[in-house]
């Protein structure tokens, strides 16, 4: 049964409007850092994202480098993992990003990437390297 044509149309209108509301309610927080670059969550590593295109796009796949030093800048040999979802959303990214390579800097190269939706989204880096496994949260709004 169709429920739908039941509904009075003033009723199905309050719905959709109420629905639009709540989406574009769901600002990124004003104090949102944005850095592409700072400390891995204990410290153990300084991680810098790069996206390889700009502006960021939605909808598309596109790939992201990954930088990884010791926290006085010494180059780091360490097995990255790249993840994202959208905290106000509650899910995560629509693709499995992966490790490619590396470029000639040494930047691991993550392929995959694809944002379904403008919004706020968070990026973590898992780092796995000599002093320990550690991870690093950036946040991005497209």
Do not use: C
Not at 19 to 41: K, N, R, W
Not at 110 to 134: C, Q, S
Request: no cysteine; proline share 8%; glycine share 12%.
């Amino acid at each position: 049964m169709n429920l739908v044509k039941f509904w009075p149309l003033p009723v199905a209108a309050i719905v959709v409007a109420a629905g639009g509301y709540a989406f574009a309610s769901m600002q990124a927080p004003a104090d949102l850092d944005d850095s592409l670059s700072h400390a891995s969550d204990h410290g153990l590593y300084a991680v810098s994202i790069a996206p390889a295109v700009d502006p960021v796009p939605v909808g598309q796949l596109h790939a992201w480098t990954v930088a990884v030093t010791t926290p006085d800048g010494a180059p780091v040999d360490a097995t990255v993992a790249f993840d994202g979802g959208m905290p106000q959303h509650g899910h995560g990214l629509p693709t499995v990003p992966k490790v490619m390579g590396k470029d000639a800097e040494g930047r691991a190269i993550i392929g995959g990437v694809r944002f379904n939706m403008p919004g706020w989204w968070e990026l973590k880096v898992h780092v796995d390297g000599a002093a320990g496994d550690d991870t690093a949260t950036f946040n991005i709004a497209l």
